[in-house]
């Protein structure tokens, strides 16, 4: 017993030096990460979010009945499938169907076309040496032009027997038919669409309509593409707020060469709104927030230091320095959330 009253005598008397050698001495220094204040250039944004469609897209449909005979695409030798790219005026289905070619009587009109062509051309030649009259002249040129019309309106009802791309894009559907099953007019057959570029209609906050504009650029991202972003422009933009969601309407285009986006895909939409180069740059997430200001620290001498910054641009990762920073400054990055007025810091990696 006597022994554990002389070992607490023993503790309360080291604890009592060490209080009257002064606490300072025995603080741990706090593990930090720091990095260099430097300067770059920052953008502020509005962030909204909408669907993104094609720039150009067609359902292709039957007009007249046929049978069906799916086309080759040239650059496989396969018949055409859903993703094969086309250009403008390729045919990509057949619809064959005798009876309304037949009925159409276009080598008989294109031998009629050449006929009255060339009676218009000898009745001009007459006319100039006075060999026929004006009346003579008209009416030659008149059979010719109907006949010119009978042959463009044949070639016409024999171009509704194939369904073509009406421009250059993807084939994005293609219901499947037997081959050789007769299908009826107004069947959907296909759909095309040009998604190398794509437009999405979005909403923006109303707080907003003063700093979002025609013109400017955005930078559009998909949740589950991380590190694909693509440029694009607001191309309009609607003057008037709607009531019932307090927010205003805006057009917005964006390249997409390769394909990466896709029509239908739910993106976020970054418009930059303002921009600065050359200002001092650090990240959001080491600010401080206390009650006299927003509050970073910095190391000088192995002690941190707080600093009060006054902040200019920003946006979801950094924000801009006008005044509490220099460039060169050691700026604790990490391990700061427990520090105070000059704690004792070590600097590790």
């Given at each position: 017993m006597k022994w554990r009253i002389c070992f607490c005598i023993l503790i309360a008397l080291i604890l009592a030096c060490d209080e009257d050698d002064g606490s300072n001495e025995l603080e741990i220094s706090i593990p930090v990460s720091v990095a260099e204040v430097k300067k770059g250039d920052i953008q502020e944004f509005v962030t909204s979010s909408g669907t993104v469609d094609a720039i150009e897209a067609a359902d292709l449909a039957s007009e007249i009945e046929g049978r069906y005979r799916l086309a080759k695409n040239p650059k496989t030798g396969k018949p055409f499938a859903p993703g094969d790219a086309v250009t403008k005026g390729q045919t990509i289905i057949y619809l064959d169907n005798p009876e309304f070619e037949n009925n159409t009587r276009i080598e008989s009109r294109k031998l009629n076309l050449d006929i009255s062509k060339r009676e218009f051309?000898?009745?001009?030649?007459?006319?100039?040496?006075?060999?026929?009259?004006?009346?003579?002249?008209?009416?030659?040129?008149?059979?010719?032009?109907?006949s010119r019309y009978n042959y463009d309106n044949a070639r016409l009802e024999l171009g509704k027997l194939t369904i073509t791309a009406p421009f250059s894009g993807i084939i994005t559907d293609l219901p499947y038919f037997t081959p050789n099953v007769r299908v009826p007019a107004a069947t959907q057959l296909a759909q095309v669409m040009n998604y190398s570029r794509l437009f999405a209609e979005i909403k923006f906050p109303a707080k907003e309509i003063t700093r979002v504009r025609s013109g400017q650029t955005v930078r559009i991202s998909h949740y589950s593409l991380e590190g694909d972003t693509l440029n694009g422009a607001i191309t309009r933009v609607s003057p008037a707020?709607?009531?019932?969601?307090?927010?205003?309407?805006?057009?917005?285009?964006?390249?997409?060469?390769?394909?990466?986006?896709?029509?239908?895909?739910?993106?976020?939409?970054?418009?930059?709104?303002?921009?600065?180069?050359?200002?001092?740059?650090?990240?959001?997430?080491?600010?401080?927030?206390?009650?006299?200001?927003?509050?970073?620290?910095?190391v000088d001498k192995g002690a941190a230091f707080e600093r009060v910054v006054e902040i200019g641009l920003e946006n979801a990762s950094r924000v801009e320095v006008l005044d509490g920073l220099e460039t060169g400054d050691r700026l604790i990055v990490k391990g700061y959330e427990t520090l105070r007025e000059r704690s004792k810091v070590k600097v590790v990696k």
């Open positions: 051309e000898k009745q001009q030649s007459l006319y100039e040496k006075g060999g026929v009259t004006l009346r003579e002249l008209k009416n030659a040129e008149s059979s010719y032009i109907d707020i709607d009531k019932a969601s307090r927010s205003f309407k805006a057009l917005v285009e964006v390249d997409n060469p390769e394909h990466l986006f896709r029509p239908g895909m739910f993106v976020k939409i970054n418009a930059v709104v303002s921009e600065k180069s050359d200002v001092v740059i650090i990240p959001k997430e080491i600010i401080i927030s206390r009650q006299r200001g927003n509050i970073v620290y910095v």
